[in-house]
């Protein structure tokens, strides 16, 4: 929903979403090892969605139990990105709408 809003307001989803694969691919141990990325990137992987998930799946690979900090984590994390899509949308509305009227007089 957030790349959603993000997409409403720069009119190109694809290139919005493009870029959010790539970050979040690279960011969240998905394709290369969290433990080689500098420490801001990892910080940076902690706060994006997938990271807790994948390092769940890793886990469960290993044959190691879920590991509930890790749900909540990543629940946590998706909640947070509910409200910052709710906000954008809301936000990026009230600026549309504004646009409307001044264009319309």
Do not use: C
């Not at 994948?54 to 290993?62: K, T, V, W, Y």
């Not at 879920?66 to 009230?94: M, P, S």
């Amino acid at each position: 929903m957030a790349l959603g809003a993000l997409g409403l307001r720069f009119r190109d989803v694809f290139l919005v979403s493009n870029v959010a694969a790539s970050v979040l691919l690279l960011l969240t141990g998905a394709n290369v090892p969290r433990e080689t990325l500098p420490g801001w990137m990892r910080a940076v992987g902690d706060v994006l969605p997938l990271t807790h998930a994948a390092d769940a799946a890793r886990q469960l690979s290993a044959g190691a139990g879920l590991d509930g900090r890790g749900i909540a984590a990543e629940l946590l994390t998706g909640a947070g990105y509910a409200v910052l899509a709710v906000v954008l949308l809301a936000l990026f509305e009230r600026g549309s709408r504004r646009r409307a009227t001044l264009d319309v007089m």
